[in-house]
């Protein structure tokens, strides 16, 4: 069941496997949406080693493998369906997640007030 608030943010069909993010931004903070092992997933466009925009050219957040997001500045690479840093300047540290939901070949913004997480 959807929650009545969420916010659309793409079609379904705008995220394939490994391929481009969609970005857009929650709370005036630059996020973005990836799909990856046919799960949508949203962070924070935000590096944990130095709070930049991780996307080399807008929405290109997978490295070459398609397996793992990494941000163009220092190479810092995430999992994408933790959020975690495995490798570079921040590992061990996590992306900020973002709620999203899939339903009916839409894809939702869960709002922070509806989905009981806090910002951290
Ligand atoms: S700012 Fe992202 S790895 Fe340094």
Same mark, same amino acid.
């Given at each position: 069941?959807?929650?009545?608030?969420?916010?659309?943010?793409?079609?379904? @069909?705008?995220?394939? $496997?490994?391929?481009?993010?969609?970005?857009? $931004?929650?709370?005036?903070?630059?996020?973005?949406? =990836?799909?990856?092992?046919?799960?949508?997933?949203?962070?924070?466009?935000?590096?944990?080693? =130095?709070?930049? $925009?991780?996307?080399?050219?807008?929405? @290109?957040?997978?490295?070459?493998?398609?397996?793992?997001? =990494?941000?163009?500045?220092?190479?810092?690479?995430?999992?994408?369906?933790?959020?975690?840093?495995?490798?570079?300047?921040?590992?061990?540290?996590?992306?900020?997640?973002?709620?999203?939901?899939?339903? @009916?070949?839409?894809?939702?913004?869960?709002?922070?007030?509806?989905?009981? $997480?806090?910002?951290?």
């Amino acid at each position: 069941m959807a929650t009545p608030s969420a916010q659309w943010l793409c079609s379904s @069909d705008n995220l394939s $496997e490994g391929g481009l993010g969609v970005r857009f $931004e929650v709370a005036g903070q630059a996020a973005f949406a =990836i799909r990856y092992q046919g799960h949508v997933y949203a962070y924070l466009n935000q590096c944990r080693h =130095i709070p930049v $925009e991780m996307d080399y050219r807008d929405g @290109d957040f997978f490295d070459l493998s398609k397996h793992y997001l =990494i941000c163009a500045l220092h190479g810092a690479t995430y999992q994408p369906d933790t959020g975690l840093c495995v490798r570079g300047p921040c590992r061990g540290s996590r992306l900020h997640s973002v709620k999203v939901e899939e339903r @009916d070949g839409q894809v939702y913004l869960v709002p922070p007030a509806c989905n009981g $997480e806090n910002s951290q």
